[in-house]
């Protein structure tokens, strides 16, 4: 077999592989349930496999097998078909029919049926000897390759793919979590805001692979901002809107919790103006597993089906070099982007450098006055030929900013994903970062959030809270640790930050401990005795204003310079935490659970118990199931960690 059918053959498989996980039907838990059980395991080694995926078909009902490869799945009474999952493995279905036990045994992808290779196809494969026998064509094999773990069964001469084997080299950038800050000492904090999200869906993918994930993969702000909250639309002369409602910390009942959101103004997809888009696609060998390149080639499609006449699509591609697959071209022609798309194949080293120069030069050429002009990058990650140091990539997208050029990232894979290097190219490229785990969010990033995710209406949006000490002893940022500024960098119109699309919304939460609240969770010093004694209520020192702070932002029209500035003073009315808003607790039920998973010392009586408790009383409309779906994922949490307290 050649080496080019061979290729064709892998993502044929790994196509058919990635593509059950579509479907996002929610099923209303209010029918009649019945519950499940049994195991998952490898067909030929026999071995249970822990966190395979098992699904009800066409819906978003889904459980992960434990260690023992074992699962129990609650699902409606009438349900006819259960969906069988996991990396490097065929999917399989299985009719439920009247059986309350389904016990399957994956196979493992077969990969290659011949042993006549070439090296370009075999660039990142090592080959582990299945048994004994045919030694030799184990050895030719790997002068060929590197990095990845397949298996060779000599009594078919075939070869298997074992995703388990890999070395995780996932790469993610450390923060220590923000403390309490004395309001007489510190009585600004600011921030840029962050409408990324994609902490949260790779957070999702290790629960439901029955993993927890590691510390510093959990970003909260971005757990709390993958939700959309029910804000009221912009009214005024500004196309941002400020909410804000205070009520008790429900972790900690003496203190209170500030809630602040942002809404940018809802615009229909006919009213925006035309795109200049470059699909910049990584196509290296590292792309090849099936929630890789064609997770992205399914994204991609999802996303020309949104294009208008007016809007304008390229695509470079990069591996070993970089090169144009498709000249800028008409979102009225979807056929032939599909076509190109289409094409697409993984094999080579990772030019990442080389790719973006060659994008922002397409972009440049092709580029719309007052238009959306943006590249959506799509890979793993892995930049390791040409522009490769952080350093040289943000000097490179920082300079492509300024001249109108921004950047999206879109992340997919596990095993190799770098977490840290996308944060940096999105944060440089006055873009955003979403982490693709299946189709269902791919359709959220690029259907649904359409808008959001590629029109940008309003940037470098900052936001200054300046607290009122004698009402507010001492607060802490809940996340937002890599997104924090200098006060000064507020009124700093040269400094960066965060930007918001047509329809997006941002949350931050304050957790404040208020004026006579005694604490041993924040440290003080001696009182100075050569400045003036803040804490003396002389009537000098200290506001006798009501208001317990004021909520600043600062943002910027998408092709202005100077920056624009909100005001609202906030009033804490007491409001009990039972009487507050939807938003308000599931907010705080999500921040709670990015505290746990952090093992935070600030985390007092949160528990996932209360967590869900709160999220479910907090559901609202949810009518795309994403707030149900957490709910799943923390009972999930809360299994693992009973589990490991057992152990």
């Avoid at 990772?350 to 050429?365: C, D, N, S, V, W």
């Avoid at 940008?456 to 890599?482: H, M």
């Avoid at 941002?506 to 004694?533: F, R």
């Avoid at 204003?545 to 906030?570: C, F, H, M, Q, W």
Wanted: glycine share 6%; charged share 25%; net charge neutral.
């Amino acid at each position: 077999m050649k080496a080019s059918s061979i290729v064709k053959t892998v993502l044929v498989m790994a196509i058919v592989a990635g593509s059950v996980i579509l479907g996002s039907n929610y099923v209303s838990a209010d029918s009649k349930q019945k519950t499940i059980t049994g195991a998952v395991s490898d067909a030929i080694t026999k071995a249970p496999i822990g966190g395979a995926m098992v699904m009800l078909k066409r819906t978003s009902i889904t459980a992960t097998t434990d260690k023992a490869g074992k699962y129990s799945i609650s699902v409606p009474a009438d349900s006819k078909i259960l969906v069988f999952s996991y990396s490097g493995y065929e999917v399989r279905e299985e009719k439920i029919a009247t059986r309350s036990v389904v016990n399957v045994s994956l196979q493992p992808q077969i990969i290659l049926n011949d042993i006549q290779y070439e090296k370009e196809a075999l660039d990142e494969i090592v080959v582990m000897a299945y048994a004994d026998k045919k030694l030799e064509t184990t050895r030719r094999i790997s002068e060929y390759s590197r990095n990845k773990y397949y298996v060779v069964d000599p009594t078919q001469s075939q070869m298997y793919y074992y995703p388990q084997y890999v070395a995780n080299t996932e790469e993610y950038g450390s923060f220590t979590e923000n403390k309490f800050q004395l309001a007489k000492d510190f009585p600004l904090s600011t921030f840029s805001i962050d409408v990324d999200a994609a902490s949260y869906s790779n957070v999702r993918r290790f629960i439901n692979q029955g993993q927890m994930p590691p510390k510093d993969a959990v970003r909260t702000e971005e757990l709390i901002n993958y939700f959309n909250y029910n804000y009221p639309q912009p009214m005024g002369k500004h196309p941002i809107n400020v909410i804000t409602e205070v009520s008790d910390c429900p972790w900690n009942m003496q203190n209170r919790l500030l809630h602040v959101g942002i809404k940018a103004k809802d615009i229909p997809i006919e009213e925006l103006s035309g795109s200049n888009l470059i699909f910049l696609i990584d196509v290296s060998g590292s792309m090849s597993s099936a929630n890789k390149l064609p997770l992205v080639k399914s994204s991609m499609k999802m996303l020309v089906k949104q294009l208008r006449d007016i809007d304008h699509v390229a695509i470079v591609t990069y591996a070993g070099s970089a090169g144009i697959t498709l000249e800028s071209t008409s979102g009225k022609d979807k056929e032939k982007i599909n076509n190109a798309i289409d094409k697409l194949r993984a094999c080579g080293s990772t030019a990442g450098g080389m790719g973006i120069k060659l994008a922002y030069k397409i972009a440049k050429e092709n580029f719309i006055k007052n238009g959306n002009n943006r590249l959506i990058l799509a890979t793993d990650g892995d930049f390791n030929v040409g522009v490769s140091s952080d350093e040289d990539l943000e000097q490179l997208i920082e300079k492509e900013r300024q001249n109108g050029v921004f950047l999206t990232v879109l992340g997919y894979g596990m095993g190799n994903y770098k977490d840290s290097k996308m944060q940096i190219l999105a944060q440089k490229g006055n873009g955003n970062h979403a982490y693709i785990d299946n189709l269902i969010e791919a359709k959220k990033v690029l259907v649904s959030e359409f808008g959001g995710t590629l029109f940008t209406i309003v940037k470098d949006v900052k936001l200054q809270v300046e607290f009122n000490p004698a009402k507010v002893q001492a607060y802490r940022l809940i996340g937002y640790e890599s997104r924090m500024l200098k006060k000064e960098d507020f009124n700093d119109d040269t400094k960066d930050a965060g930007e918001m699309g047509a329809g997006h919304t941002v949350t931050a939460l304050y957790e404040i401990i208020p004026v006579g609240i005694n604490s041993n969770i924040i440290s003080s010093v001696d009182d100075l005795k050569y400045q003036p004694n803040k804490n003396k209520k002389d009537g000098k020192a200290l506001s006798t204003s009501i208001e317990l702070l004021t909520v600043k932002i600062r943002y910027k029209e998408p092709v202005g310079d100077a920056s624009k500035k909100i005001e609202v003073p906030v009033i804490d009315l007491k409001m009990p935490l039972a009487i507050s808003s939807a938003n308000f607790r599931f907010s705080a039920a999500v921040a709670q659970v990015g505290m746990l998973l952090h093992n935070s010392p600030y985390k007092s009586e949160a528990s996932y118990e209360k967590a869900i408790a709160m999220a479910k009383g907090a559901y609202g409309e949810d009518s795309e199931g994403y707030r149900h779906e957490f709910v799943k994922l923390v009972e999930n949490l809360q299994l693992m960690d009973e589990g490991n307290e057992i152990e």
